[in-house]
């Protein structure tokens, strides 16, 4: 399970009657452990097991980022997850809705080059790179700020980017008993939910 995109697909489920919102919580809980324990794993692999950052200009480049991430007030990391999340979950709309491999391709590659370029905040991402960052032990990279700062603010801004954003307009648009008049897609996620 991949969390950020469940944010969309467990809002969709509970909109639809189909998922309880215990469920939904389940959910979320066991995928973000996961992902932060897959993300630790493979932190702690390119650390300890070989070393592949330990020398400039990896290690620097390791410190800056990290440094900016938790120096990131609330509001702003809030923010910026929303807009990740957001375009992440149109990258998953994308690629379902397209029939082809190369519009799913397009599809995908619009929305991720979007939100790497504008510098939004991916909490999956974050949980390798700022475990990466404390292993590196970059000045004021702690598990308290790590998690004050980053985890937590682009946590909830990516839920609410992908599960409102996406989920609950797109729940609104083509599944709701009081729908708006928009045609449902042929093909697709959301063909799939009723």
Known sequence: EYGVGNSMYMFLGVAAGKVTVMGLIRNWTVSFI??????????????????FFGQDPWLSYIHKITAAKVSLNWGV?????????????????????????????????????????????????????LTLGNLYQSPGVDLASVWINNIIPVAIGNIFGGGFFVGVCNWICYLSPTKVDVPVPPTGCFSKIK
């Open 77 to 129: 990391a809030f923010i910026r997850g929303i807009g990740c999340n957001w375009l992440v979950n149109l990258a998953i709309v994308n690629t379902t809705a397209a029939t082809d491999v190369s519009g799913k391709i397009l599809g995908i590659w619009i929305c991720i080059f979007a939100f790497a370029c504008i510098g939004f905040e991916h909490v999956v991402a974050n949980m390798y790179f």
């Open 34 to 51: 996961g992902n932060y324990i897959g993300c630790a794993f493979y932190a702690a692999l390119f650390s300890f097991g070989g070393d």
